[in-house]
């Protein structure tokens, strides 16, 4: 066994599939985050979608007893790499089955890690195995991480420098979810409500308390290289 538990992401990824269909991102408009407010160096959504799950799933390599040999942990391995494959496709970013798939993958890794460190001093808090880990991106930008976080069932919590920042982080990852399975503001233009997302037998889980730090205003006036570049 390794020294420590390895994640996905810290062996391999399917990164043709996550870079096409990063790379097609481009051409989308309908329904795309992107259309909301223009972001510099906004990052696709389906690469962030496939970064966190890598984050979050054990590699095989990390369960020996499940998978002893070499051949099995590939084996396995190439099963989390179709569920990406599927996950980072963009018909699918609503698509209740794949995201089921990953969900289930997410939660029995991080069960896994929580029966591991049943001893930590703090593991009631830290080691819930009821409740995934939140999310926090501290530059959150155009609120791809933070959304795609939210989408595979973490909470999310987003910050950052730029006032407009802050808006579309309101606006993508904060409102949406105050407003699910509600009837639609205007009923005459719309028959159906917006219970389309999250899932229903989601809701009760999937929670978003987003925290925004906003800087002094002269601050603001001039925001850092960083935030600048994002």
């Not at 066994?1 to 391999?12: C, F, G, N, R, W």
């Not at 995201?99 to 460190?117: G, P, Q, T, V």
């Not at 930008?141 to 795609?148: H, T, V, Y």
């Not at 999250?198 to 987003?210: A, C, D, I, Q």
Request: aromatic share 8%.
């Amino acid at each position: 066994m390794s020294a420590y538990p390895k994640k996905l992401i810290e062996v391999a990824l399917p990164l043709d599939a996550i870079n096409k269909a990063s790379a097609r991102e481009k051409a989308i408009r309908h329904g795309h985050p992107s259309t909301l407010h223009l972001w510099w160096a906004r990052r696709p959504l389906a690469a962030a979608r496939a970064v966190i799950f890598a984050q979050m799933v054990d590699d095989p390599s990390s369960c020996p007893d499940l998978f002893p040999t070499e051949k099995a942990q590939e084996k396995e391995r190439q099963r989390l790499f179709r569920i990406i494959e599927d996950l980072v496709q963009w018909e699918n970013t609503t698509n209740e089955e794949v995201l089921e798939r990953a969900w289930a993958e997410i939660w029995e890794s991080w069960r896994r890690a929580c029966a591991e460190n049943a001893d930590h001093p703090r593991a009631k808090e830290l080691f819930d195995r009821n409740k995934l880990p939140a999310f926090h991106d501290p530059f959150a930008g155009g609120s791809s991480l933070p959304l795609e976080a939210q989408r595979l069932g973490l909470e999310s919590y987003a910050s950052d420098l730029n006032p407009v920042a802050v808006l579309i982080n309101k606006a993508m990852i904060e409102i949406p979810p105050e407003f699910a399975g509600k009837p639609a503001a205007l009923p005459r233009r719309s028959s159906s409500t917006s219970s389309a997302w999250p899932p229903p037998k989601w809701r009760s889980t999937w929670r978003s308390r987003p925290v925004f730090r906003m800087a002094p205003p002269t601050t603001l006036c001039v925001p850092s290289r960083r935030t600048a570049e994002r």
